[in-house]
């Protein structure tokens, strides 16, 4: 009878370690994305325009104020961020493509712990114009002279989802005018020249 009370003793105890284990086993941390104030689920994918800044945020669930989260991309170069660490960073998309570039926010203490978004980038909408800057051009000419563009200075502009961007200065072979250059003239009174972009007929300036 001694015995078999031993043995339910050793049993009942051997049932408490185990259960201890089980409570305190695994990580149940993990991390949700939002783009934009939107969240995203592991594995899905979110739409942004080339050359837009978005923000990327990281909430850790069941998470401590010590727990840091790291920002990773598969094309560095086609997705560029202001950090590569924090709960909320900005990127900016700089490549466009179909297939999505992929965002992953790990816990840096516990890489089990991410989540990886796909990020698929819309190509931007891209419009030009060109500008004339006469101020060191010859503008006046007598009876007789021929026309000139010396001194001309033709500007191009690039807006990008209507939202202007670079400035480049046209060489003399990149636009034509109305007047050609070498053209006596012989008409008195003032004439409109217009500039015509060789790349775009339709940007033109006067």
Known sequence: MKKSL?????????????????????????ITVSV??????????????????????????NGSEDDVVVWSTNSP???????????????????????GWVVAATLESDSTVTTAITVIVDEATRTYSISVDTTSAKTTFFQGETFSTQGLVVNETEYINGTEGDTVELGSSEYTTSIAVGTTLDTLGSQTVTVTSNVDESLTAT
């Open 6 to 30: 031993k043995a339910l003793a050793v049993l009942s105890l051997f049932g408490l370690g185990l259960g201890s284990v089980t409570a305190c086993g695994g990580s149940s941390k993990s």
């Open 36 to 61: 934009n104030g939107t969240a995203v689920g592991n594995g899905e994918s979110v739409n942004v325009t080339e050359a837009s800044t978005f923000t990327l945020n990281a909430t850790v669930d």
């Open 77 to 99: 170069s086609a997705i560029t961020f202001s950090s590569h660490s924090g709960a909320e960073i900005t990127a900016t998309a700089n490549t466009p493509t179909t297939t």
